[in-house]
């Protein structure tokens, strides 16, 4: 089971969260059939979209995370809800696989440039949209960027998937923000950047068999750090069928029409999950009396 982990230290100047999202990923590749780039660009964006969805306050808020870049990935995204539950997709998800020199995957490439929107939906009042450009395409630094620069957050952020080179399986997958909250002074700060300097990659962490609560511990080495919080997070999708024929019956008349008499029926998929529906003639008849 996937966890988060958040801590903060005891002077309240810097907080770092950690997730374990090892199933996340690995649920991920299979719903959607991912190349090993294209599981690895997801798998990191719904490790920082749990993380992400986790800190926000209000019980029924949502985060979204959309990258929309003109790399061969296309635009993928991921959304997550307050307790760090997330879904996602990819538009091609059997992109191909290309590495750096030093054999790993080269998730840059995947991505492309282009823009990151982020919205954060807290349930009442508008939304909040931030929209950044993708400044590496590695995720983590974009994470990292979209911080400092929408929110003046100063972040670290660390993300990692690691995926077996000859079953092309998500193995492990994980990732690491560390934020300093307003009052951190400069000694926090030379200590923090001094702790990110020596902090190995997320999937080195979690190979070695090092926990959530591990990494927030090394990234806050020599701090008094105490636990905030400790949950666990999922792969989870809400659709259901009423949710796709509240869809369908927001849908232009002449279209449902056509769908009865062109298509004899309608087939729809959730491109969260797969999950496919079907409605016959007869539902898409009830659907159109209704409206
Ligand atoms: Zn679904």
Redesign the pocket.
Known sequence: MDKIIRCITSDGAVMASAIDSTDIAYIASKIHNTSPVASAALGRLLSAASIMGAQLKSSNATLNIRFEGDGALGAFMAVADSNGNV?GFVTNPDCPTTHYENGKLNVAEAVGAGIISVMKDFGEGEPYIGKIPIVSGEIAEDITNYYATSEQIPTVCALGVLIDKESAQVLLSGGLLIQLLPGADDSTIDRIEANVGKLESVTTMLAKGMTALDMCKKALDGFEVEVLDEFEVKYV???SKEKIRSLIAAMPEEEIRAMIEEDGGAQAS??????KYTFSVDELENILNKK
Request: with cysteine; charged share 30%.
């Open positions: 879904k999708c809400g659709c959730c491109r969260f999950c797969n999950k």
